[in-house]
């Protein structure tokens, strides 16, 4: 009984579609009608500017922290399913939102945030490989393939050298194919020569 509520209530915190939230209150703006059409931080920087974008893409990483951080909560001390699995529905949660039509983003900034909830080191050296992909592509999409990828070979690595990790890696793995999936029609743009870059960084 326990471990459904938590598993739904992870998936629910996922399914919040900040975006949409954010756009329709303070702009009068369905942002799912323009740009990408994306829920995501990366099309609310696009129709809504920086300050939305920061607070989307905040919200939506803290929204997988809180997911794996359910267990931390007396209520939900004897869930029966790892932290990260709990993450993981969060992620699902957020790319096919209950809320929003099941029309979400694309799982990069809340799958960061279950790492944050799980590993912060982790977390942190991702980020700062973001920003260094980041400034090299241009692109925001590949970046976020990049670093998926980067996120797996870490893991792997860490595995065998640090602490053996079982669950990490296979959370990675799905969430590094999440994130390629979702990003099929940036990767086709890619290839192409036609997806947007940034002039920020």
Same mark, same amino acid.
């Given at each position: 009984? /326990?471990?459904?509520? =938590?598993?739904? *209530?992870? #998936?629910?915190?996922?399914?919040?579609?900040?975006?949409?939230?954010?756009? &329709?209150?303070?702009?009068?703006?369905?942002i799912?009608? @323009?740009?990408?059409? %994306?829920?995501?931080?990366? %099309?609310?920087?696009?129709?809504?500017?920086k300050?939305?974008?920061l /607070?989307?893409?905040? /919200?939506?990483?803290?929204?997988?922290?809180? =997911?794996?951080?359910?267990?931390?909560?007396?209520?939900?001390?004897e869930?029966?399913? @790892?932290? *990260?699995?709990?993450?993981a529905?969060?992620?699902?949660?957020?790319? #096919?939102?209950?809320?929003?039509?099941?029309?979400?983003? &694309?799982?990069?900034?809340?799958?960061?945030?279950?790492?944050?909830? #799980?590993?912060?080191?982790?977390?942190?050296?991702?980020?700062?490989?973001?920003?260094?992909?980041? &400034?090299?592509?241009?692109?925001?999409?590949?970046t976020?393939?990049?670093?998926? +990828?980067?996120?797996?070979?870490m893991?792997?690595?860490? @595995?065998?050298? +640090?602490?053996?990790?079982?669950?990490?890696i296979?959370?990675?793995?799905?969430?590094?194919?999440?994130?390629? #999936?979702?990003?099929?029609? %940036? /990767?086709?743009?890619?290839?192409?020569?036609?997806e947007?870059?940034?002039?920020?960084?």
């Amino acid at each position: 009984m /326990i471990t459904g509520i =938590a598993l739904l *209530l992870a #998936y629910l915190l996922g399914s919040i579609p900040t975006g949409l939230i954010i756009g &329709k209150v303070f702009f009068k703006i369905d942002i799912r009608e @323009h740009g990408s059409g %994306n829920l995501g931080g990366t %099309n609310t920087f696009r129709v809504l500017g920086k300050p939305a974008g920061l /607070i989307v893409s905040l /919200i939506d990483i803290l929204k997988g922290t809180a =997911a794996v951080l359910l267990p931390a909560f007396a209520v939900f001390s004897e869930v029966g399913v @790892h932290p *990260l699995v709990l993450g993981a529905v969060a992620v699902i949660g957020h790319m #096919y939102p209950v809320f929003a039509g099941f029309r979400g983003g &694309k799982a990069v900034a809340t799958s960061a945030g279950v790492l944050l909830g #799980y590993n912060w080191l982790f977390f942190l050296i991702l980020l700062v490989l973001f920003f260094v992909f980041l &400034k090299l592509t241009k692109m925001v999409s590949l970046t976020s393939i990049l670093l998926s +990828i980067t996120a797996f070979l870490m893991a792997i690595g860490s @595995h065998f050298l +640090i602490r053996p990790d079982v669950p990490l890696i296979l959370l990675i793995s799905v969430l590094m194919i999440f994130i390629v #999936y979702r990003h099929r029609a %940036n /990767i086709s743009r890619i290839r192409q020569g036609t997806e947007p870059k940034i002039s920020w960084i």
